[in-house]
């Protein structure tokens, strides 16, 4: 039988632990890392902490406000959602996202009714040289369930890293997420300064091409039956198709495997074809990430078809499209 000093103790430290966590769940909510609330409301800059969890946090306070889609990887997070007219779209692109991601996230919003009018997918090249495409899918998509509540995450010290990490201007990668969840790059980010001597893809000279992967993209695009869709290859640096694709012997492959994303039927614009564009360092950090207002250019050509660089690639035969992207890579004069 626990005597009064035991009975005031136990109270004691209950209240002192109840204190550290509602300082812990303010803390959280106030600098919001995860996207529950309105976000960041100190500094009004949201990092990239785990796109995977936060943006469906973001999106499920208001689902049925959202009439269009957006699945890619980080290049196609810098596509401005609200550059898209006639619509209301939702990012959903995050850090390192693989084909077989999209594909679970697709299921997982149809699966809760959810039905989009426009579907817009970034096509990465990378999804077509490894055969882990599946990815990293998180335990509330592989079990269908909701994400974890607010009260879960928040009240752990995991999220409370991330805040303080929010709170000292600590972010993980060089982009952000404005007050509004708007996306943009650092203001000290410094600009692309291309690896000429080919250090870094020196050791991926022998990717193997996976050329049947397209069949995940027409999965994707065939998820929401009534919706239409709309493919897009996002801007890569020529020095980057040059030392990634054409060096290591992979071009062709490369080339192939955008052409066979356009047999699928819904239009595909290339924006990664060398350009005047592309070959700008001031408007990429990386070679592989561009700035907003060079993928406003692309919201233009998918609204419209405007186009300021890229092509569309439907109606191109292989061989037409082969030498268009081979000519382009010969003019950029690298």
Same mark, same amino acid.
């Given at each position: 039988?626990?005597?009064?000093?035991?009975?005031?103790?136990?109270?004691?430290?209950?209240?002192?632990?109840?204190?550290?966590?509602?300082?812990?769940?303010?803390?959280?909510?106030?600098?919001?890392?995860?996207?529950?609330? @309105?976000?960041?409301?100190?500094?009004? %800059?949201? +990092?990239?902490?785990?796109?995977? =969890?936060?943006?469906?946090? $973001?999106? /499920?306070?208001?689902?049925?406000?959202?009439?269009?889609?957006?699945?890619?990887?980080?290049?196609?997070?810098?596509?401005?959602?609200?550059r898209?007219?006639?619509?209301?779209?939702f990012?959903?692109?995050?850090?390192?996202?693989?084909?077989?991601?999209?594909?679970?996230?697709?299921?997982y919003?149809?699966?809760?009714?959810?039905?989009?009018?426009?579907?817009?997918?970034?096509?990465?090249?990378?999804n077509?040289?490894?055969?882990?495409?599946?990815?990293?899918i998180?335990?509330?998509i592989?079990?269908? @369930?909701?994400?974890?509540s607010?009260? %879960?995450? +928040?009240?752990?010290?995991?999220? =409370?890293?991330?805040?303080? $990490?929010? /709170?000292?201007?600590?972010?993980?990668?060089?982009?952000?997420?404005?007050?509004?969840?708007?996306?943009?790059?650092?203001?000290?980010?410094q600009?692309?300064?291309?690896?000429?001597?080919?250090?870094?893809?020196?050791?991926?000279?022998?990717?193997?091409?996976?050329?049947?992967?397209?069949?995940?993209?027409?999965?994707?695009?065939?998820?929401?039956?009534?919706?239409?869709?709309?493919?897009?290859?996002?801007?890569?640096?020529?020095?980057?198709i040059?030392?990634?694709?054409?060096?290591?012997?992979?071009?062709?492959d490369?080339?192939?495997a955008?052409?066979?994303?356009?047999?699928i039927?819904?239009?595909?614009?290339?924006?990664?074809?060398?350009?005047?564009?592309?070959?700008?360092?001031?408007?990429?950090?990386?070679?592989s990430?561009?700035d907003?207002?060079?993928?406003?250019?692309?919201?233009?050509?998918?609204?419209?078809?405007?186009?300021?660089?890229?092509?569309?690639?439907?109606?191109?035969?292989?061989?037409?499209?082969?030498?268009?992207?081979l000519?382009a890579?010969?003019?950029?004069?690298?």
């Amino acid at each position: 039988m626990l005597t009064l000093a035991s009975k005031q103790y136990m109270l004691f430290l209950s209240t002192i632990i109840g204190l550290i966590l509602y300082c812990v769940f303010i803390i959280n909510c106030t600098l919001d890392p995860l996207w529950y609330l @309105k976000g960041n409301v100190v500094t009004h %800059q949201n +990092y990239v902490f785990n796109e995977r =969890l936060s943006k469906m946090n $973001r999106f /499920l306070k208001n689902p049925h406000d959202y009439d269009c889609y957006i699945f890619g990887s980080s290049r196609t997070t810098l596509l401005d959602e609200s550059r898209i007219k006639g619509h209301t779209c939702f990012n959903f692109s995050f850090s390192g996202g693989l084909v077989g991601e999209f594909n679970s996230f697709a299921t997982y919003l149809k699966d809760r009714g959810y039905q989009p009018k426009l579907v817009i997918i970034g096509v990465d090249g990378f999804n077509f040289f490894t055969n882990d495409i599946k990815g990293t899918i998180p335990d509330y998509i592989a079990q269908k @369930k909701s994400p974890p509540s607010i009260v %879960q995450s +928040y009240l752990s010290i995991d999220a =409370l890293k991330l805040s303080l $990490r929010t /709170l000292a201007g600590q972010s993980p990668l060089p982009r952000y997420y404005k007050k509004d969840f708007s996306i943009d790059i650092l203001p000290d980010t410094q600009p692309y300064v291309p690896d000429i001597n080919n250090h870094k893809y020196n050791a991926q000279k022998n990717n193997v091409f996976f050329e049947g992967n397209y069949k995940w993209y027409e999965k994707l695009a065939n998820t929401f039956q009534d919706s239409e869709v709309v493919f897009y290859v996002p801007p890569i640096s020529p020095w980057l198709i040059i030392n990634k694709y054409k060096n290591n012997g992979t071009l062709d492959d490369y080339i192939h495997a955008i052409h066979s994303v356009s047999n699928i039927g819904p239009a595909l614009y290339d924006f990664s074809l060398p350009s005047y564009i592309t070959r700008d360092k001031s408007r990429t950090y990386d070679g592989s990430h561009y700035d907003v207002s060079t993928n406003n250019y692309i919201a233009d050509a998918i609204n419209a078809g405007e186009y300021n660089f890229g092509i569309k690639v439907n109606g191109l035969s292989y061989d037409t499209y082969h030498k268009l992207f081979l000519n382009a890579v010969s003019s950029s004069g690298i």
